[in-house]
């Protein structure tokens, strides 16, 4: 049995044991902590340098800060601009994260820090989570959010310094996030003219946003004053930065670094997880204590080594078992995040296992030794098909740089990953901001051309785009005030329309989370079984709905037996372990449900069901990712209609073994394999190799629904031009 943390709560005896000793203990506690904080706030090396921090604020629009990890930018520099009196008049320092985790453990720190309530002066703000409230004067947030921000208060004018932090990152959201506040600030700077102009650019029909604040009314946006900007990171190129920003002056912060001894395995391991699992067993037996941060690249990958390590725990001696694994990645839900933060029982080393989003931005105590396989999962998007998959690919210099690790003494490098980002994002958000001129805005760096063209084209295709390319159209204002990617956000639209709101819903939501569904190594025909009692034969769009209403009916049972939430929760995970479901992913996805359930009623939208009749669903899902469409070759592969690339179908998938003539799908999975791209492989071919063996290992693919009928002969040719027209007729055929 493993154990648990040590903030679950101690048993009612021992509590009421204790309760009047606690009382002046826990003051005392509570006194050291924050000595101890204090101390340690002034140990950090930028506090010798606040004087000068605030000065250079003070002076400069904008300024660019480069320090290095744990120096303490993230954590100190909201605080002394507060101290400085930069929140006068109500006004708020935001600060943007590109990671959800780092906003709410940095803001919590932070809380800490100010000795104050979390959500009072210093709060949070992520996508379906906000900590903040009308005395929140340090907000920090995910960069997303703050762009949603801008969509209801153009000029920011709630904020007087807003710090973009991790800016290296470089994320989509950052690149659209600091060419927008450019503008911003010029605007804001020049009160007059260039407000009303934005104002009138920016602010269009969102009068209904259920906010609690309202779009900038003229009046008020003359009051505000000049926007700071302070842009910040480890290890970022200061001169591209300060040129983009017209010369901005940027200083460096001289942080301490800690003494790291990097090793690295002698060749190439041809099975990176059978190697991260021995390296975990070599340091927990062999090594001093100190917890152990492994580098994954997901979380499928994630839990099978999660077992794996449990499985040879149990064959370890009695008094080496002390080992606790803990999971960390981006879909799993903050609060269980937040156990990779908590310190492991005494005599335990704790192991966890993360995506890149432990890579920076979050500072997790008590790591001393870290293993990093050098791989990474990463969002691609290509392009020339417009096709986005995920790939597996190896990280770049910077990544490996921040992990420190034990790496391939003859790794492989490729440049950062922003040349594989989905330009699909910029457009959308450039668009809902009102900024229609895509191919024109002030880009630091401009995603491709024909990027671009096809994201546009994507949002024309769903409809999200009048005839003059705004995004003006009603599905294109609905969307924009959904925080999903336009696919989803228009099947939720179409969904609401042809009464089947309520089963669209749960396919978002259960889309939004990793695997359902899993199947360990040793229960392999169990699970499948549990699987099938799940599977329509009509796709897993409908499988993963009849697992949410199982799981539902469950809760409900558990309900109307008047149990505690406890054990209502309790009940379910047992469900889930009885079906092979993945409770974690389950959970994550009931929460997002509400969210989004939340949003959609706000917009006005009432709930539907089409009961059981599947077919008008099955028709808005293909109206929806028609641009996802497959058809069945002769020799049983498919074809990616809108890329003419051979795909296979997943063999997770219950339509593996069905072969329907035309499908729909979700995602593509492309694996590539670092090693077999060999030890010698150079940076510059190995981009090469990778072109190649996109193509060649695009061979897993996820397929979901299918059409009843496969489209008329011929229109494959002109296929994205028509399709969605096509679909239109189709759907409203009453014999299709
Ligand atoms: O942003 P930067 O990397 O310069 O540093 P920071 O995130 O402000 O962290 C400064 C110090 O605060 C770290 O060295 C940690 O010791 C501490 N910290 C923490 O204890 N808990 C957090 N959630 C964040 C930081
Ligand atoms: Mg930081």
Not at 132 to 141: A, C, D, E, H, L
Not at 652 to 680: H, M, Q, W
Request: aromatic letters at 8%; proline letters at 5%.
């Amino acid at each position: 049995m493993m154990p648990s943390f040590p903030n679950i709560s101690t048993s009612k005896n021992q509590q009421d044991g204790r309760k009047l000793a606690n009382g002046n203990c826990k003051n005392q506690q509570v006194l050291a902590r924050r000595q101890l904080i204090l101390q340690h706030r002034k140990s950090l090396p930028i506090a010798s340098v606040e004087r000068r921090l605030v000065e250079e604020v003070r002076k400069n629009d904008t300024l660019i800060i480069v320090g290095e990890t744990g120096s303490g930018k993230t954590t100190q520099l909201p605080q002394f601009l507060y101290n400085a009196g930069f929140c006068h008049d109500e006004k708020i320092i935001g600060v943007t994260q590109p990671r959800r985790v780092a906003a709410v453990t940095v803001a919590k720190r932070v809380a800490e820090e100010c000795n104050v309530e979390l959500g009072q002066k210093v709060g949070y703000s992520i996508r379906f989570e906000d900590a903040t409230s009308s005395s929140t004067r340090i907000k920090y947030m995910t960069d997303g959010l703050l762009l949603r921000e801008a969509l209801l208060d153009p000029l920011l004018s709630r904020y007087s310094i807003i710090i973009v932090d991790e800016a290296h990152e470089r994320t989509v959201h950052t690149d659209v996030l600091l060419g927008l506040l450019k503008k911003v600030q010029l605007a804001r700077s020049h009160p007059t003219t260039n407000q009303h102009n934005f104002i009138k650019a920016n602010a269009k029909g969102r009068e209904d946003e259920p906010r609690s604040f309202s779009p900038l009314k003229a009046s008020e946006s003359a009051k505000s004053t000049s926007l700071k900007l302070i842009i910040m990171s480890a290890s970022l190129d200061a001169r591209c930065f300060s040129e983009y920003f017209g010369g901005a002056k940027a200083v460096h912060v001289h942080g301490r670094q800690y003494p790291v001894e990097v090793l690295y395995t002698y060749q190439p391991e041809p099975d990176y997880l059978d190697a991260t699992l021995i390296t975990i067993f070599q340091i927990h037996l062999e090594e001093a204590s100190g917890d152990i941060l492994a580098f994954l690249t997901g979380q499928e990958e994630i839990e099978s080594v999660e077992r794996l390590v449990h499985e040879r725990i149990r064959q370890l001696p009695d008094g080496s078992q002390n080992l606790l694994t803990v999971p960390i990645y981006a879909s799993l839900p903050s609060e269980q995040q937040m156990n990779a933060f908590r310190p492991a029982p005494s005599g335990f080393r704790k192991v966890i296992l993360a995506t890149n989003i432990a890579e920076t931005s979050v500072t997790i105590p008590g790591i001393k030794y870290v293993i990093d396989p050098g791989l990474v999962k990463a969002r691609s998007y290509n392009p020339v098909t417009g096709m986005e998959s995920l790939i597996i690919i190896p990280t770049s210099k910077a990544q490996a740089l921040q992990r420190r690790t034990l790496f391939m003494s003859d790794a492989v490098v490729v440049p950062d990953g922003r040349d594989l980002e989905n330009a699909s994002g910029c457009t959308r958000r450039l668009k809902a901001l009102g900024i229609d001129d895509i191919i024109g805005f002030d880009f630091m760096e401009k995603p491709s051309r024909m990027a671009i063209v096809k994201s546009l084209e994507q949002l024309f295709l769903l409809g999200a785009l009048s005839d003059d390319y705004k995004l003006s159209s009603p599905v294109g204002q609905q969307m924009a005030r959904l925080p999903l990617d336009p696919m989803y956000s228009k099947a939720l639209i179409l969904a609401a329309e042809f009464k089947c709101l309520e089963e669209m819903l749960i396919v978002v939501a259960m889309l939004s989370v990793e695997s359902i569904f899993y199947f360990p190594r040793e229960k392999m025909e169990e699970a499948r079984a549990a699987r099938k009692s799940f599977s329509s034969p009509e796709g897993d769009h409908i499988t993963l709905v009849n697992v949410y209403r199982a799981s539902a009916e469950c809760l409900e049972k558990s309900k109307t037996t008047n149990c505690k939430e406890k054990t209502m929760e309790k009940k379910l995970n047992k469900w889930c372990r009885e079906n092979f479901i993945n409770y974690r992913s389950l959970r994550h996805a009931r929460d997002i449900h509400s969210q989004i359930e939340g949003h959609i009623q706000q917009m006005g939208f009432s709930p539907s069901s089409c009961g059981d009749d599947m077919l008008q669903f099955r028709r808005c899902l293909t109206a929806s990712f028609f641009l996802n469409a497959a058809m069945k070759q002769p020799d049983g592969s498919y074809r990616a209609l809108s890329s003419s690339q051979i795909v296979q179908v997943h063999p997770s998938s219950v339509l593996f073994r069905t072969k329907a003539d035309c499908i729909i799908f979700n995602e593509l999975l492309a694996v590539f394999s670092l090693l077999a791209a060999g030890p010698s492989t150079s940076g510059s071919s190995l981009l090469l190799s990778l072109a190649s063996f996109f193509r060649l290992h695009i061979l897993r693919c996820k397929a979901w629904s299918f059409f009843t009928r496969a489209p008329p002969q011929g229109c494959r040719i002109v296929w994205i031009l028509e399709c969605y027209g096509i679909l239109e007729t189709l759907a409203s055929d009453p014999n299709w």
